[in-house]
């Protein structure tokens, strides 16, 4: 089910920005949907969220900044290691100048830079671009 629940957020901010929304509202939340989107923040893909009251069911509100093209959670999670990260990013996304693939690994959510750089490998979470 909590990969269900990432998928689905992903999918409310896609279909807002391509509306043309400022902001989209995501409900309901997990703490790997909030990693994600720290992914996305500093990758400038995002401006800003709020998670807003996180010890019930929470809700957290995007600020989108309009330039996600597509972004896609993962429903089986692929275990990688960390010299095959590369040809993965490779087969996923469409070109080498954008887009970023989410990795889970020992050391946290992190994208495929950071992944390559600290040499760990993990279970894709997911891709943007």
């Not at 309901?28 to 400038?44: A, D, E, Q």
């Not at 807003?52 to 809700?59: A, E, S």
């Amino acid at each position: 089910m909590g990969r269900r629940i990432l998928n689905d957020a992903l999918r409310t901010m896609v279909n807002a920005d391509r509306r043309g929304k400022a902001t989209a509202l995501l409900q309901p939340i997990s703490g790997v949907m909030v990693s994600f989107l720290n992914i996305m923040k500093h990758r400038g893909y995002i401006k800003n969220f709020e998670v807003i009251d996180p010890h019930r069911v929470g809700k957290i509100n995007v600020e989108l900044h309009g330039r996600i093209k597509d972004c896609k959670a993962l429903t089986y999670r692929q275990d990688l290691r960390a010299k095959e990260i590369e040809q993965y990013r490779i087969r996923m996304l469409p070109t080498r100048q954008w887009g970023y693939v989410v990795v889970t690994t020992p050391n946290g959510v992190l994208d495929h830079e950071e992944a390559i750089r600290q040499n760990v490998g993990g279970q894709v979470l997911g891709y943007f671009h």
